[in-house]
Nanobody, 115 residues
Framework: QVQLVESGGGLVQPGGSLRLSCAFS????????MGWFRQAPGKQRELVAT???????NYADSVKGRFTISRDNDKNSVYLQMNSLNPEDTAVYYC?????????WGQGTQVIVSS
């Protein structure tokens, strides 16, 4: 059973940075496309970024140029470096693992951008 554990959320001022981490266990990490999603209060969950085993990435337009997704295939981990944060980035951030439609989710980590 795939397990995903996120960490790294918190409170940050506008313009600041945070780095989220997600530890993967329970299966073969390399076969999964890994991703980060987020859900703001009163809104639907939305894609932030994804990354394949070979490090091909995809980003939502709203985070391009500010966020960077990466993965360490030796450590079974995926990361989200978030820079130039603004209040609209406030949300619960979820790690996702997807293999041919089978999707797994972490418990989420809260990010609050506020002065």
């Amino acid at each position: 059973q795939v397990q995903l554990v996120e960490s790294g959320g918190g409170l940050v001022q506008p313009g600041g940075s945070l780095r989220l981490s997600c530890a993967f266990s329970g299966s073969t990490f390399g076969i999964y496309v890994m991703g980060w999603f987020r859900q703001a209060p009163g809104k639907q969950r939305e894609l932030v970024a994804t990354i394949t085993y070979r490090h091909r990435t995809n980003y939502a337009d709203s985070v391009k140029g500010r966020f960077t997704i990466s993965r360490d295939n030796d450590k079974n981990s995926v990361y989200l470096q978030m820079n130039s944060l603004n209040p609209e980035d406030t949300a619960v951030y979820y790690c996702n693992a997807n293999f041919r439609g089978d999707a797994y989710w972490g418990q989420g980590t809260q990010v609050i951008v506020s002065s």
